[in-house]
């Protein structure tokens, strides 16, 4: 009799636990409804309801009627509803303005959101570029610019030696070299920092080729590299979500020459594509625990580590990754860890 009691309770229990999930999820303070505002984000509708907002895809549910549930725009609505007994999120398409053309075609006006603040990702979406060591080696590169001028700006004219006979692009990334990152218990090389200096555009094919100085946010020199432009993510459609594999790894550097990390910095990661992170990863980012003085026992103990809040993977690479800084409880630095949330 008691071994049936107690499956059947195992039993209950098992049913049970995602309802407890679901509504432990969410926050106390949450509205029943929220309207979509232009500027908002996925993070920031998120917060507004659950407890961890990367949680927001396991308590999504699709409404039928809207074809794309993931496009998410300023009028929409989202809404707690019950399913089955489990609490879930639901949008409902609001009332926006429509451009028709002659025909059955329309065309939205709004934007949908994005799924993080794109103002504090745009000095880093295109010009934040980590390249192998070989890079600077075999790369096209700048040999010297027009009139015996050793800088170059905007609509200078430049000389570029080493550019591929077939398949060379119009436009071209000017970069500089940077540091290497280096795994910080290996000390092997992951990649080395490619410095965006500004753009330039192929006008005239050889040997040396000729270029035109597109744009530039420092002085071009010789010995400067050129690097095929990287795909421009224009809007980051991405969903927050736990990574798919167990990661722990560490920030190895932080962009913008900052030395504490908080809210919206930029940082760099030891982990990459080949450890299985992956644009939309949410990563949880502990303090080292530091090392003090125990006067009593006269020994050195390490402190324990502290949760110092969440960051969201927005660039990978083979072997690095770049992360953005959603929460910061606490000051935070490099070589604090991440792991999944």
């Known amino acids: 009799m008691r071994v049936s ?3 059947w309770l195992m039993a209950g229990l098992f049913f049970l636990a995602p309802l407890l999930l679901a509504a432990d999820a969410f926050r106390e303070d949450h509205p029943e409804r929220y309207t979509v505002e232009r500027g908002d984000t996925l993070w920031d509708i ?3 309801f659950l407890v961890s907002p990367w949680l927001w895809p396991e308590i999504w549910h699709i409404n039928p009627e809207i074809e794309n549930p993931h496009l998410i725009y300023p009028g929409d609505s989202i809404r707690m509803v019950y399913v089955d007994g489990d609490p879930r999120l639901t949008v409902e398409r609001g009332i926006r303005e429509v451009r028709l053309s002659p025909g059955v075609r329309e065309e ?4 949908a959101i994005t799924a993080i603040p794109l103002r504090a990702l745009r000095p880093f979406l295109n010009r934040s570029l ?5 890079f600077f080696d075999e790369a096209p590169y700048i040999v ?3 009139d015996e001028r050793v800088m170059a700006s905007r609509n200078d004219r430049v000389y570029v030696r080493r550019l591929p006979d077939e398949g060379a692009e119009d436009t071209y990334a000017i ?3 940077g540091g290497a990152y280096r795994d910080p218990e290996t000390r092997e090389v992951l990649g080395v920092e490619a410095t965006y200096v500004g753009e330039a555009g192929i006008t005239r094919d050889g040997d040396p080729a000729t270029a035109r100085v597109l744009s530039s946010n420092r002085e071009v020199l010789a010995g400067d590299r050129l690097l095929r432009m990287p795909r421009r993510d224009a809007q980051l459609q991405f969903f927050p979500k736990a990574p798919e594999s167990e990661i722990s790894g ?7 020459g900052v030395s504490q990390i908080g809210q919206f910095d930029v940082v760099v990661l030891n982990l990459g594509e080949a450890d299985g992170l992956r644009k939309g990863d949410v990563l949880a980012i502990y303090k080292a625990g530091r090392v003090v003085e125990d006067h009593v026992s006269r020994q050195r103990i390490t402190l324990p580590e502290e949760r110092g809040g969440e960051l969201i993977v927005f660039r990978t690479f083979d072997r690095l990754s770049y992360g953005l800084v959603m929460r910061s409880n606490r000051h935070m630095n490099v070589m604090d860890l991440v792991r999944n949330p």
């Open 5 to 7: 009691r107690l499956l």
């Open 130 to 134: 980590a390249v192998d060591e070989a």
């Open 108 to 111: 939205e006006l709004d934007d």
């Open 144 to 146: 010297a610019g027009e």
């Open 175 to 177: 970069v500089r070299q």
């Open 250 to 256: 560490r920030i190895i550097d932080v962009l913008d």
């Open 46 to 48: 998120s917060e507004r």
